[in-house]
Nanobody, 124 residues
Framework: QAQLVESGGGLVQAEGSLRLSCVASGGTFSAPVMGWFRQAPGKEREFVTAITWIGGTTVYADSVKGRFTISRDKAKKTLYLQMNSLNPEVTAVYYC?????????????????WGQGPQVTVSS
């Protein structure tokens, strides 16, 4: 059974930085596409960014371009999200997700595996 285990969430002041990690494990886990989503209280889960595991092609939500960076370490089977210049509006639960399909997609329902979602809180 594929598992995604995240770490790195927490409380940070505005303009600070955080890096989230997501380790993939479990049997024959293979996910050509992995990404990050977030869900703030009272809001729907929204796409943040995604990357193709082999080629490293990325896509970002407009709201995070220039501030967030997605990357992966293939040998460690680890996905990262570097978040800089944080503001309180990005406070949310952040989820790592994996998609078995090969196309970079932004819809949450197209992703097959999910992590538990660490909380990221940015104080003003």
């Amino acid at each position: 059974q594929a598992q995604l285990v995240e770490s790195g969430g927490g409380l940070v002041q505005a303009e600070g930085s955080l890096r989230l990690s997501c380790v993939a494990s479990g049997g024959t886990f293979s996910a050509p596409v992995m990404g990050w989503f977030r869900q703030a209280p009272g809001k729907e889960r929204e796409f943040v960014t995604a990357i193709t595991w082999i080629g490293g092609t990325t896509v970002y939500a407009d709201s995070v371009k220039g501030r967030f960076t997605i990357s992966r370490d293939k040998a460690k089977k680890t996905l990262y999200l570097q978040m800089n210049s944080l503001n309180p509006e990005v406070t949310a639960v952040y989820y790592c997700a994996a998609r078995v399909g090969t196309v970079l997609l932004t819809a949450a329902q197209r992703y097959d595996h999910w992590g538990q979602g660490p909380q990221v809180t940015v104080s003003s």
